[in-house]
């Protein structure tokens, strides 16, 4: 519960970054969110509580460590088992970050 509270914090404080940040911010933003700890990094840990908030039931708890297992194997470039922010924004940055935290308005 404690993560979860910390991620709703962060993302009231960021929701600026949301809506009009640039591409850097929202990557930030997203990142800081990754990292539950806020050591710097995201961890095997990190991305593995982020993701059971996120599926829930839907995976069991192994099929959520094959998944965070093979993220950090394909993004971690210099093998010291976590992600750094330069590593997490490399890997995802074909995934239109900036579209995926905006909000159009009509």
């Known amino acids: 519960m404690l993560i979860l509270n910390s991620i709703i914090n962060l993302i009231i404080l960021n929701l600026n970054n949301y809506f009009i940040g640039s591409q850097e911010d929202k ?3 997203a990142f ?3 990292d ?3 050591d710097g990094f995201i961890s095997n840990g990190d991305l593995f509580n982020i993701l059971k908030m996120l599926v ?3 995976l069991t708890d ?4 094959q998944l965070v ?6 993004a971690d ?3 010291d088992g ?3 922010y330069e590593e997490f924004s490399e890997f995802c940055k074909d995934m239109k970050i900036d579209e995926m935290f905006s909000m159009k308005i009509f």
């Open 82 to 84: 976590k992600l750094s």
């Open 69 to 74: 297992d093979r993220s950090i194997i394909m």
């Open 32 to 34: 800081q969110i990754y």
């Open 56 to 58: 829930g039931d839907n």
């Open 77 to 79: 470039k210099d093998l």
């Open 62 to 65: 192994i099929q959520i460590q």
């Open 27 to 29: 990557m930030r933003t």
């Open 36 to 38: 539950s700890n806020n």
